[in-house]
């Protein structure tokens, strides 16, 4: 199965900045999924990212605040905008290969919002 | 989305079997089951998935009951290494418009005991 990088691993940011986390994927695949996971809770999909069109935001996520970009099979970003304390969390990238059976996710990032 | 109920924690001796409950009775008829674990500090990790019949791979069995509205994952001898949160998923066709995206509950933390 495909393997993930993400980057950074972890990062303190200043509130109102905002930090793009790169996710890179050693094979072609078919889908592309951002999540959050708050410490202690299980993993909340933010969006799909789709190859070549807007991302599929879930209910709660906007594009404003989450802008994503797939530009080709194996890559994709998520930026977090104007940030706040609340946004502190783990941010998870995860991926789907055809033909194989399960999704491989990223050992996340670890944001701190001062 | 169809949901799943899971117990919150579970305990286990190392090297006995550990059998992990999940109810899904919204299921529908071409829903697949899916199991994951995250082990601290990491991503998930796919664990193993079905449909309809019962499945064994390297890592667990996946019992399925006849009217799909729970399963149960089997770790055959526990060990300390699989102390980890259990997520049993329910995961749409692909081609349909939530594009086979995984859905996390709440999951079931297993503790293992030496």
């Known amino acids: 199965s495909a393997v993930i990088s993400q980057k950074p691993s972890r990062d303190i940011c200043q509130r109102g900045t905002s930090l793009t986390i790169q996710c890179q994927v050693d094979?072609?695949?078919?889908?592309m999924f951002w999540y959050r996971q708050q410490p202690g809770q299980s993993l909340t999909l933010i969006a799909t990212a789709n190859q070549g069109s807007e991302a599929t935001y879930e209910s709660g996520f906007v594009i404003d605040k989450f802008p994503i970009s797939r530009p080709n099979l194996t890559f994709s970003t998520l930026t977090v905008s104007n940030m706040s304390p609340e946004d502190s969390s783990i941010y998870l990238c995860s991926a789907r290969s055809t033909g194989v059976d399960g999704y491989t996710f990223g050992s996340g990032t670890r944001l701190t919002v001062v | 989305d169809a949901k799943t109920t899971q117990p919150n924690s579970m305990e286990s001796n190392e090297e006995e079997p550990v059998h992990l409950p999940c109810n899904h009775s919204?299921?529908?008829?071409?829903?697949?089951i899916h199991w994951y674990r995250q082990l601290p500090s990491q991503g998930p990790e796919y664990v193993i998935h079905g449909l309809t019949s019962n499945v064994n791979n390297r890592m667990a069995s996946l019992a399925i009951a006849e009217d799909r509205k729970s399963s149960t994952l089997i770790l055959h001898r526990a060990t300390l290494r699989d102390a980890a949160v259990y997520y049993c998923?329910?995961?749409?066709?692909?081609?349909?418009?939530?594009?086979?995206?995984?859905?996390f509950g709440q999951g079931t933390t297993l503790q293992v005991k030496p």
């Open positions: 998923i329910l995961r749409v066709p692909f081609g349909s418009s939530n594009t086979g995206k995984l859905i």
């Open positions: 919204t299921i529908s008829g071409t829903d697949y």
């Open positions: 094979s072609q695949v078919t889908m």
